[in-house]
């Protein structure tokens, strides 16, 4: 069985910086997919990043895109979300989501993901 934590949310002020961790059991992150979505209250929930099975990162170019950054510590089996320059529109609850191998057009596809964790809570102060 596939579980998926995610830790590191927090409360910070605008301009800070946070580091989202997503450690896995019952799965190794250098296989499939990996991404990180966020949900806004109110919001639906929307992609933030993926990285694939290659290391290969995918960001959500219209909002995240230059202030965070994905990476994988394949020793820890672990997904590191770096965020920097972080705003009030980024307060949200991030989750961490596994799944298989897939192309970048659909990689921003919440639907293609089969694991998903409990979510870590990041609000940004103004």
């Known amino acids: 069985q596939v579980q998926l934590v995610e830790s590191g949310g927090g409360l910070v002020q605008a301009g800070g910086s946070l580091r989202l961790s997503c450690a896995a059991s019952?799965?190794?992150?250098?296989?499939?997919?990996t991404g990180w979505f966020r949900q806004s209250p109110g919001k639906e929930r929307e992609f933030v990043a993926a990285i694939a099975w290659n290391g290969a990162p995918t960001y959500n170019a219209g909002s995240v895109k230059g202030r965070f950054t994905i990476s994988r510590d394949v020793a820890k089996n672990m997904v590191i979300l770096q965020m920097n320059s972080l705003a009030p529109e980024d307060t949200a609850v991030y989750y961490c989501a596994a799944g298989p191998t897939m192309g970048t057009l659909v990689i921003s596809d919440q639907k293609r993901y089969d694991y998903w964790g409990q979510g870590t809570q990041v609000t940004v102060s103004s």
């Open positions: 019952g799965r190794t992150f250098g296989s499939g997919t």
